[in-house]
């Protein structure tokens, strides 16, 4: 009885959000713009041209392409400090248990991030090794909601969604679960993340009884 488990990156696995945060908020800053924690929900699990749209719009602002290139740039570079020294310790709690049961009952663990910096993330927090396929923003063309992320992992795994899980922290990232017909479990605040079919707040929170339920219904 073997599944598909698609783990989200940035908010699940490990605790990079708060770094996109602040490199988004630095810029809304410098452009006048007061962007919140609650603005900041609508970022998450959206691709990095994505968001500064939806940033741009939040103060009305128009752009030259010249000007949202430089701005992209910034962005990420400023992005990249913060994960430059990254290392194990930035793994979200309970998160290695997981894997590691999941390995152990030999379920394909895929990878199903928006970021086009996944795989150095992956490779800084020596995880690398548990995953059984990679997709990232470098691979997908329509960003989250569109379930095309997930639906590009199950295919890896020659896998039907249907037997598919995913977790994730972001509206967009369950809302694209949904779509795709796999499980969504939100990890977050269910509040924020009612549509998804289950949520906790981290993984410590996911026990071992729930992941065989899971795999026999
Ligand atoms: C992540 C974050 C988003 C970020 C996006 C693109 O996705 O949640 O906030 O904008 O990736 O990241 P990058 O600028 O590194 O390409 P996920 O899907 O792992 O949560
Ligand atoms: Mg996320």
Redesign the pocket.
Known sequence: NTKTFIF?????IVDT?KY?FLAWQRLASQLGIEFTPEHNEE??????VK?LELILAIGNIEASQEDKNKWLIQ??TE?LSYIDDIDQSEILPGVLFVLDYLKKNKHNIVL???????RPILEKTNIMHYFDAIVD?NDVTNA?PDPEVFLQGAKKMNDNPKNCIVFE??VA?IQAANIANMISIGIGDKEVLQEANFVFPDFTHIDINFIDNLVNR
């Open positions: 989200d990156l940035d908010g699940v959000a996109h970022l998450k699990g959206v691709s990095r968001s962005k990420n992005y199903g991030s928006a970021s086009k910096n996944a923003g989250k922290d972001s990232g």
